[in-house]
């Protein structure tokens, strides 16, 4: 187990190296770059990508004569000390010329870096966890993944908790009463709760419960009430609660409803096998042969698509809830920095997903085994 887990491990790197190249290179097509944001600042105008249209590609490293949009609304001067402060370009100077960065984009000569280049310096500081510095917000990429994920984290792991705690006796409930009423309702509820769209479920919720027409019982917005600081310790928790409510129970629908059907067929599945015809010949009890025999064999199945669910919920879904519920998290910051190209952090916060989605995909392998001590990656290979 150990050398399968060691191949895992080192088959991260290549894996992330594809990811992050691909991405990159799509960067180089999108129209607007950071310097058209900025110009679009300076000149009031909002977002910079209706400037661009038509301008062609979106490679923030293209000259003055490209015909690119944010080199003719800067000063040139100013261009270029952006350009070599984000690391898209850089001065040669005289030898023994020494200056700031404003004196040296006065006297020295500019050289565009490639984007070979670029990619090759960016993938080394990230290999150090070296993510660089925001464009946009005078901060270290790493200190803005910290401060908003405890939002993404509170967001994932609450709803993954529930979905599970919920859905797998749920679905052995509907397993072992199968053609039932009780599974027949049961499934029509849960069909209908896949069918309901996260941002329509979770604008549902504002509306009901959160002052929108009817009853005002959470807050609308945020994950702490103001004074928090002050509260007990109870209070604190109670105050925490309150306010992840509406949020969990709209990121969790979904993957609630799936995770159910998936326990609830997974068990029938084993039930007809001869093995569990052969320990109720024996004598056991429905629990013994249930919960002793089906169980580790069922949830197999469960188990495997852990993974998915879990950075799912943990970072897609994210965007639509913290926008609807004004949470402050990884994935208002992703969107955000989308809009804004802002290149750090895109490209830091994709680094920090992709390694934690291919972790996540290493442990759901030990849970293999934990659950069925039989399985043998080992053999496998």
């Known amino acids: 187990m150990g050398g399968y887990i060691l191949r895992r491990l080192f088959l991260v790197i290549p894996t992330l190296f594809g990811i992050m190249l691909i991405n990159f290179a799509l ?65 040669i100077c005289p030898e023994g010329f020494e200056g700031s960065l404003t004196e ?9 870096i490639p984007a070979w280049e670029r990619f090759t310096i960016m993938m080394g500081k990230f290999l150090r966890f070296d993510f660089g510095e925001s464009y946009f917000r005078s901060a270290s990429v790493t200190d803005l993944i910290i401060e908003k994920m405890p939002v993404s984290i509170t967001l994932g792991l609450w709803s993954t908790l529930i979905a599970y705690l919920i859905s797998i006796p749920l679905g052995i409930r509907k397993a072992v ?12 509820v849960i069909i209908a709760a896949y069918a309901i769209p996260g941002l329509l479920f979770a604008i549902l919720l504002l509306v009901l419960f959160a002052g929108g027409s009817y009853w005002k019982i959470f807050p609308l917005r945020g994950l702490t009430s103001p004074g928090w600081e002050d509260m007990t310790m109870m209070g604190k928790v109670l105050d925490y609660l309150w306010h992840i409510t509406l949020p969990v129970v709209a ?13 609830k067929n997974s068990f029938l599945d084993e039930v007809k096998k001869h093995y569990v015809m052969t320990a109720r010949a024996k004598g056991l009890s429905e629990r013994q042969v249930l919960y002793g025999h089906v169980f580790r064999n069922a949830m197999l199945i469960v188990i495997a698509g852990f993974p998915a669910l879990f950075v799912s919920v943990f970072f897609g879904g994210s965007i639509i809830i913290e926008t609807i519920f004004s949470l402050d998290g990884l994935g208002q910051l992703g969107f955000k920095s989308a809009v804004e190209r802002d290149y ?4 830091g916060t994709l680094f920090a997903f ?13 849970m293999y085994v934990w659950v069925d001590p039989r399985i043998d990656f080992e053999r496998r290979q």
Do not use: H, N
């Not at 040296?104 to 565009?112: D, F, G, L, S, V």
């Not at 009463?177 to 029509?188: A, K, L, V």
């Not at 750090?344 to 490209?347: A, E, L, N, R």
């Open 251 to 263: 990121s969790t629908i979904s993957s609630f409803a799936t995770l159910t059907l998936l326990t």
């Open 344 to 347: 750090p952090v895109i490209f």
């Open 104 to 112: 040296q984009a006065k006297e020295c000569e500019k050289e565009m």
């Open 354 to 366: 992709g390694l934690i989605g291919l972790v996540v995909g290493i442990l759901s392998d030990l």
């Open 177 to 188: 009463r199968d053609g039932s009423s009780f599974d027949s309702w049961t499934s029509g």
């Open 27 to 91: 960067t180089q097509f999108v129209p607007g770059g950071p310097f058209d944001q900025i110009e679009a600042r300076l000149e009031g105008g909002g977002d910079a990508i209706e400037a661009v249209t038509g301008a062609g590609g979106g490679d923030p490293g293209a000259t003055e004569d490209s015909g690119y949009v944010g080199a003719r609304g800067l000063p040139p001067e100013f261009r270029a000390k952006l350009e070599v402060e984000f690391g898209f370009a850089r001065f």
